[in-house]
């Protein structure tokens, strides 16, 4: 995952998305700096926003689904080109049936017990959610104990300007749902905001003597 989280380590939850928006709204993502995109499966002809997606913005961005609660959604995600996988849980048959179609896999997890069977499964990162049941004092002590080259990202209620105390406990970027896309947004505003939560990423990084 690394490749993918290091220019911007975002990942668009687009839910609501519809494929007469898909393009439009990936493309105006793609120019905000955005690499990582999703469609939660509970969205409108999920499958078809992600074909749309796949084939207008190319190989350079890590398209997929979010929202994967069965595992022969997985096949028709990779048959729709996606090569990305995000869960709200860890069920370990979602997690191995990604990895067996050759996917990338970020499952949800709420506990450090959740978060070892993930691995144990294969996940390639873990998403923390919700965030807001958790606290970046939570990441904190997982981090004592989970893998140090392990993305942990944080998913629910992230702000440009609430980023920092979870960067600060070893957050290594976000997922970032309504405050970014909301069905009836239009192009514009979700250029906006895509603008603003980069600009956010980026300014903590300086915060801390890093760089994006």
């Known amino acids: 995952m690394k490749s993918w989280l290091d220019p911007l380590p975002l990942v668009a939850i687009l839910r609501g998305l519809t494929p007469d928006e898909a393009v439009d709204i990936g493309r105006v993502l793609v120019d905000a700096g955005f690499r990582m995109l999703e469609v939660p499966l509970n969205s409108p002809q999920p499958f ?36 990305l996988i995000v869960m709200p849980h860890a069920d370990a048959h979602v997690i191995r049936a990604a990895k067996q179609a050759g ?23 873990l998403k923390l959610f919700p965030a807001e049941q958790a606290s970046p004092a939570v990441l904190k002590a997982w981090r004592a ?22 960067l600060a406990a070893g957050a290594n970027g976000f997922g970032i749902g309504s405050a970014l896309y909301a069905p009836g947004r239009s192009a514009s505003d979700v250029a906006a905001r895509a603008r603003a939560f980069a600009d956010g990423w980026r300014s903590h990084q300086v915060s801390q003597g890093t760089t994006a």
Do not use: N, Q
């Open 103 to 125: 996917l990338y896999c970020v499952p949800g997890v709420a506990t450090p017990t959740e978060a070892f069977a993930a691995l144990a499964a294969g996940a390639d990162a």
């Open 48 to 83: 078809e926003s992600i074909r749309r997606m796949v084939d207008a913005l190319g190989d350079d961005t890590l398209i997929g689904a979010g929202t994967v609660l069965d595992p022969a959604h997985v096949t028709k995600v990779a048959d729709a080109g996606g090569r």
């Open 145 to 166: 104990v989970l893998p140090k080259d392990l993305a942990v990202l944080p998913v629910g209620g992230i702000a440009p300007d609430t980023m920092g105390p979870w």
